[in-house]
């Protein structure tokens, strides 16, 4: 398995045949991206291309690069063997359906947005497409107005994802998914809520029971992402274990909030703190143990950890790309797909740092 990581200006460089071209690029890039995208098929015309619109992208050589132009749009260069991936584009506006493999697969997804199933039906998406490791992101834009996409062999897609599956006899997939927050005090229950708005907390006017808990909500408080939520649904037994879902939006006058993913009546919402700088650290040597054979890794962070962080994300990156000592690629989402634990269960998450190793079973033994 070759690989090259590349900036749009210098995919000129690569000196080997691609099979499949994975591309990460700004939203206010799009043009740009989309030049450069016949440049690269001229020359390589037989070469599979997959992106997905980013907030700012994450490059392991300059891992923080959304202020440099250069770097707006990047692209990881794969030789692959043509007969063990294969590429499936899903509608999410649909009931999904099950499909017919010959081939268990480990997949990388990215999605143009979220919606319903993501949230609520990512074990059908794995049980459809005979899917055991799961990771992926989604898209992001740089501004709230702007449209995110996902772009497979020259076409644009809106309510669509891109599933990118490894056949898991030649390839596969592995990785975690971690944050920096801690559950506290007192349980929380839904007991009114449409979509990803929620009227009631424990039978009062939701916006009023966080108020009392953590002070008064305001947008520089929400814009900061300082509070997100534990979220415990149906089938998850312990909020260490439940996803993070941050505040979207809030109606002072209606007394609700907006979250960035949707919940039903009886989840369960906890207040989440951040964890002491000592054990951030220690979390983040969760991914040190990742393989060092022929590997390349996709990171998805949350735009959320972005505001949150400020400068301390990027002493994270620079951790990783010490401690990894391998080429990673990635962006900075509004969502990102993975398990918290070794072989757990597939979740969507916000506010949190997923890994995901792509590597060659050949090259290990």
Known sequence: MRYDIVTYEKWH??????DLVIGFYQDIKEATFKIYYEKIKEKFPDTDFVACSTESNIYNQ?????????????YLFLELDKNAYDIRIVDT?????????????????LSSGYSKFLDDDISILKSAFDIDNLFGALAGVSEPENTPQVFCNGRFYDNSMILLMFDKTVYEISGLSVHQFEPVGFEMNITRAQGARVYELDNRSALDVLDEAIGTITHKKIQSFSFPFFLKKSGIHSFDKSPLASIKDFDREQKTITLYRYVKEQDKLKLSIPLSSQEQIQRLKRFHGINKGNTIAFIFNCVGIKFYLGMMEYVYL????RQLDVPFIGFHSFGEIGSVDINGETILHNQTISLAALSCREDKK
């Open 318 to 321: 620079m951790d990783l790309k």
């Open 93 to 109: 506006s649909g009931k999904l359906t099950a499909k017919t493999n010959e081939k268990r697969y480990d997949a990388i997804v």
């Open 13 to 18: 460089e690569v000196d080997f045949e691609p």
């Open 62 to 74: 300059i891992p923080y690069v959304d202020m440099d132009e250069e770097h707006r749009c990047v």
